[in-house]
């Protein structure tokens, strides 16, 4: 199977709606070589990623745009549009083995042959006024929402969301500590280093397969961003509690949670997703964990809860992701501004039935991977005005920015994804 076909028929799937994640996945099937699903990958994640400064692009070369049925010809301008400007391709063979795809249609081979080749002429200029409209090459809608909530921090945070992000991993300290790890790291020449919000978060220079790091099939480390690693720390969980996990999927603060303290009483962690749970207990099972899994509704806790309360509750909640673009840069595509309004009524309904479920005196931490306002800060603000049994502990910390609610990281701050958390107590 020709690569670029496969990286085509994945970015039209992306177009339709599917997730770029899922996407590639169903596309492996065909592509059993290493090296070329590396190459996929990287040229899928990257066009996806400059999508809208690609498409513009392409139609400024274009005499007419292409019909919605030939999708899969627009992808194959994009992607070779991707290639001429981003990737270690030579330009003739970008050119060539685009157009090469397009085997029994002329009339598309001679299309993308003259799009890709009026490029390389105008490159310069057609960059320039990229530059000059679609710099960020973000939806307009999310331009705007960004700036209204960061003003002059807009334009870092959407910069930071084209950018690569940091391959970070948390040690699983029951088998070994961080300066450990790092010393198995260097026998392997695995450039890495600390990060300093966590004792157990480690960067590396240059991300690696997770075959290639020491000791990962046994469980002793795993693959997570460090703002995501604070949750265990904020939630602080004690031994002896009854601890609840809200929206798990996939399982990594789940997993911290049980290394952090194993001498719980016990940890349910449920998910409306079942392919999703099935993640969560992959991944303690690598790593010698165990949890109570449940596929369950969160509003619904009157089907799945026992009725013993919580000590502590961990609510990762559904949000826009916006904090965790550069990651999943389909989000781009795929997120429409009328999302966020739903997602806020989901966030209210999922936090107040959860509310229900804690224990007075116990605490529970909302989290969410977003950046807006309106999921992070106003919601809490807005779930305080509305139940008097609760009140905010105050996050004192050297990372993210203090709000009147809570704490917000926003993205590529110290190495780490756009978070939120906010930490409340039942009186």
Request: one cysteine or more; a neutral charge; charged letters at 25%.
């Amino acid at each position: 199977m020709n690569s670029r076909l496969v990286a085509a028929n994945v970015l039209v799937k992306v177009l339709s709606g599917k997730s770029l994640t899922t996407a590639l996945e169903n596309a492996w099937e065909q592509v059993p070589d290493v090296q070329e699903r590396a190459f996929i990958q990287a040229l899928c994640y990257g066009t996806v990623r400059q999508y809208y400064r690609l498409e513009f692009i392409l139609n400024q070369l274009l005499n007419k745009p292409i019909k919605d049925k030939d999708v899969q010809i627009k992808a194959l301008a994009l992607l070779g549009l991707y290639q001429l400007n981003y990737m270690r391709v030579k330009d003739h063979a970008a050119v060539s083995e685009t157009v090469a795809v397009m085997k029994k249609k002329q009339w598309a081979k001679s299309l993308l042959n003259a799009v890709l080749r009026r490029y390389l002429r105008e490159q310069e200029q057609l960059e320039a006024l990229a530059d000059k409209h679609v710099a960020y090459a973000h939806p307009d809608w999310m331009i705007k929402a960004v700036k209204a909530d960061w003003g002059s921090e807009a334009k870092q945070i959407l910069l930071a969301n084209n950018q690569l992000p940091p391959m970070t991993l948390r040690v699983n300290t029951r088998f070994c500590q961080r300066d450990v790890y790092l010393n198995l790291l260097a026998e392997q020449q695995i450039a890495a280093g600390e990060l300093t919000n966590s004792d157990q978060a480690i960067i590396l220079s240059e991300p690696v397969a997770v075959e290639k790091l020491p000791k990962f099939a046994e469980g002793w480390v795993s693959v997570q961003d460090a703002a995501a690693q604070l949750a265990a720390q904020l939630l602080d969980v004690q031994a002896g509690e009854r601890v609840l996990d809200v929206c798990a999927a996939p399982g990594g603060k789940t997993a911290h949670i049980l290394e952090s303290q194993p001498e719980l009483k016990s940890l349910l962690a449920i998910d409306i997703d079942t392919q999703r749970l099935s993640r969560v207990q992959e991944n303690l099972t690598r790593l010698h964990l165990h949890a109570d899994l449940l596929v369950a509704d969160a509003i619904q806790a009157k089907d799945w809860w026992d009725g013993v309360l919580f000590e502590r509750i961990l609510l990762d909640a559904p949000c826009s992701a916006l904090g965790v673009i550069r990651r999943h840069p389909d989000i781009k595509l795929l997120r429409r501004a009328d999302d966020i309004t739903r997602l806020q009524t989901l966030q209210q309904e999922i936090l107040q039935t959860a509310w229900g479920l804690l224990a007075p005196g116990g605490t529970l931490l909302y989290a969410t991977c977003s950046i807006l306002q309106q999921e992070n800060e106003l919601q809490i603000e807005h779930f305080l005005q509305q139940n008097n049994d609760a009140q905010e502990i105050p996050i004192q910390a050297d990372w993210g920015i203090k709000r009147p609610f809570g704490r917000q990281i926003l993205t590529g701050s110290q190495s780490m994804d756009g978070f939120y958390y906010a930490r409340l107590q039942k009186k």
